[in-house]
Every structure is written in structure tokens, then in C-alpha cells.
Nanobody, 121 residues
Framework: QVQLVESGGGLVQAGGSLRLSCAASGSIFGINHMAWYRQAPGKQRELVAA???????NYVDSVKGRFTISRDNGKNTVYLQMNSLKPEDTAVYYCNAEITRLGPLTVRNYWGQGTQVTVSS
């Protein structure tokens, strides 16, 4: 069994900061890419930021210069540091990871349960 558990969401005023965390646990052989997605009410889920196992990153244009994705491979954890938050960043944020699971080796995409981020104006 493999699961992703997110934390760090909440309510913040515009211009503020939040840090999201997502820890993977279970029968893990290795983790390839990790990413954060978000889904605002009435909108499709979108990729916010992603990071490869080697540390290469990419971001959606709307968050470049404000958000930073990072990972701690020893802790199987990915982070999203969000600065200069705007009301339009309000959404449920989901962690995603491509994980090779043990016994037998199986590669699959996993999702966290989501954490709400609300930015007030």
C-alpha cells in the first residue's frame, strides 16, 4: 500500500505565504516525478509545478517567480513554497507522484487527498 498525505493548506491574506508538504509512505522502491496540481471551483485541474527525481523543475506561467517546488528524497516528501499569494491561487491543491511500488515492482501514479488553499483579498 502506498499513500500520499498532504499538509499545510489554510486561509491567508493576499500577499501572504504558505508551504505545502506531501509525504509518500508505504511499500516504495523509488519515486520518479512529483508534482502539485490545483483545482478551483468550476475549473479543470491544472498542473502547478513539477520536479523530477534529479531536481529539474517546471511551473505554470501564472506562478513563476512566486512558487517554488522542492523535494527531500530521503523523506519521500515534496514541498510547495507559495509566496505573494493572490486570490486567484485559491483552489484545492493535490500532490501527485509516479511511484515504483515493491512486491512486485509496479509503476503507478498516486494522488493525495487534496488540501484547501484560500487567499482572501
Amino acid at each position: 500500500q502506498v499513500q500520499l498525505v498532504e499538509s499545510g493548506g489554510g486561509l491567508v491574506q493576499a500577499g501572504g505565504s504558505l508551504r505545502l508538504s506531501c509525504a509518500a509512505s508505504g511499500s516504495i522502491f523509488g519515486i520518479n516525478h512529483m508534482a502539485w496540481y490545483r483545482q478551483a471551483p468550476g475549473k479543470q485541474r491544472e498542473l502547478v509545478a513539477a520536479i523530477t527525481s534529479g531536481g529539474s523543475t517546471n511551473y505554470v506561467d501564472s506562478v513563476k517567480g512566486r512558487f517554488t517546488i522542492s523535494r527531500d528524497n530521503g523523506k519521500n516528501t515534496v514541498y510547495l513554497q507559495m509566496n505573494s499569494l493572490k486570490p486567484e491561487d485559491t483552489a484545492v491543491y493535490y500532490c501527485n507522484a509516479e511511484i515504483t511500488r515493491l512486491g512486485p515492482l509496479t509503476v503507478r501514479n498516486y494522488w493525495g487527498q487534496g488540501t484547501q488553499v484560500t487567499v482572501s483579498s
